[in-house]
């Protein structure tokens, strides 16, 4: 399985960007889907998480601002990510599990197994 972000980039304060992470593979078989990000000098951390039954959990920082969603058809999944703010700006990344993950390790790095190479999210003041 390969997963490949796209849609990042330079934006201002209070724009919106969608990020896509297409798989290729049995990318439509994984138990759960999450976009993560780190910023310079920070750990990695969950911003949104999606189970195959389509539950959805989001870092409390990115709520209703960001929305997760999955394009089965297209093995795609995305990050509508509004009203963004300069402290959003990092890497991000999509990242995917066969295994089984309880709500609350949804955002825990280590319970994925397939990770993408990550695109760059930077929004000035």
């Known amino acids: 399985v390969q997963l490949v972000e796209s849609g990042g980039g330079s934006v201002q304060a209070g724009g919106s960007l969608r990020l896509s992470c297409a798989s290729y593979?049995?990318?439509?078989?994984?138990?759960?889907m999450a976009w993560f990000r780190q910023a310079p000098g920070k750990e990695r951390e969950g911003v949104a998480a999606?189970?195959?039954?389509?539950?959805?959990r989001y870092a409390d920082s990115v709520k209703d601002r960001f929305t997760i969603s999955k394009d089965n058809a297209k093995n795609t999944l995305y990050l509508q990510m509004n009203s963004l703010k300069p402290e959003d700006t990092a890497m991000y990344y999509c990242a995917g599990t066969y295994r089984f993950l309880k709500w609350w390790d949804l955002f825990r790095p280590d319970g994925y197994n397939y990770w993408g190479q990550g695109t760059q999210v930077t929004v000035s003041s």
């Open positions: 593979g049995y990318a439509n078989s994984f138990y759960a």
């Open positions: 999606q189970m195959d039954q389509n539950d959805a």
